[in-house]
């Protein structure tokens, strides 16, 4: 945002040259100045190729304000190396709202010169070296991307190409990548059901990728009342708009390798077919985007996984009991990460509202957590968790999960068996 090609150009031309270098005086030593130019400059275009750009996996520079980043981004191959700030962003706004454009520029001018102007040259080229295959983009792929793209050729010698339209066109593409992808014609969803703790997510994860969109590892929560993990506790990092780009990425590079030309019958059969676990409509904080979740509504193609009660609660103990319980050590510590996972458990089971399963209910499931979590601490004993585990699936999930079952029209049950034999006939199918 502080120049524009034209004035880059202009100065060029012209005396105006030594004017920029000196904003910057401070910015390089002789030494480090050679050592900038000795860089090998790339001579690669810019690129306007969503679609080849998304499915290349490689490295972008976002050079906008930590607060766009954070509302979306193209992650994961992103980082945030800002042009300005979020005050900066703000001061130069509210400049270019009373002023106009050259103002807005004249003062961008001033805000980023000297050692400010020098380390954020020196991000950037660092990146540009390290990943000489990325590209830079701004909102637009205006002035912000731009600027950085000019002082970085002038400055550096490096020639870094951007993304022709920035985020939003990425952003849009994305969205309408979904709506394609998601078009009949092209996949054919199957819904992965069964009651919880039956290990639909390990039917996923069997599948992988290439044949299935885990949602829940998306948004970084395990779907039930106790999903959300003890990471994202911690770090809260994504947002609903980085769910959505994710989703529609995974979808996008899902069938491109499907697409792949074959002359093998099985494969071309599968190359439609995108497998999804049951989902309400919200995963933890986030949202599914609209056209999915009205097709996995609309989908009456299930694949359900069976498990006996005694088999669901050993694999709910090790979800969240022990595989949580390792990871609330491994982030907080032998002494604090115990305490946060039983508060995490305690409050997860206080915000279950639900008249099957009652306030008296709640209260004696909850003693039962209470005095679970007192006993494993002092003896290493579990036994308890399995009472009140058990209890919840059959009070609470189990009449859920079969009247949301009732709900769909006229369902086409594919194939029906336990974890492993769903893993094996999906992988076939």
Known sequence: MITTHKTINAAMRGNTLLMLYASSASTFTTAAFSAAFSAVATNRPDTSNIRELLLSDVP????????????????????????????????IGICYKEHGQEAAIVLGNQLVTGTLKADRMKQWAEFARSNPDGYLYCFRGGLRSRTVQEWLELETGIRYPLIEGGYKKMRQFLMDELERSLDPERSDLIIIAGKTGVGKTRVIDHLG??????????????GSSFGDTPEDIRQQSISQIDFENSISMSLLKLLA???????????QRERTRVYV???????????LPHTLWTGMKQCNKLVIVDEDLEDRVTMILEDYIFDYGRRFVALYGEELGP?????????????IRNKKLGSENLARLTGIMGSAFDEQESSGDTALHRVWISDLLSQYYDPMYEYQLSQRVDPEVLFRGKCNEVSQWAANN
């Open 209 to 222: 990728p290439q044949r299935s969109i885990d949602l829940e590892g998306l948004a970084h929560h395990r």
């Open 60 to 91: 972008l520079l976002d050079v906008r304000a930590p607060v766009e980043y954070e509302a979306g981004s193209i992650i994961p191959a992103t980082i945030n190396i800002p042009i300005l700030n979020n005050e900066e962003r703000h001061e």
């Open 257 to 267: 390798a499907a697409d792949s030309p074959t002359d093998d019958d099985m494969r």
């Open 277 to 287: 676990e049951d989902e309400g409509s919200r995963i933890g904080r986030f949202t």
């Open 339 to 351: 305490v946060l996972h039983r508060e995490k458990m305690l409050g997860d089971l206080a915000r």
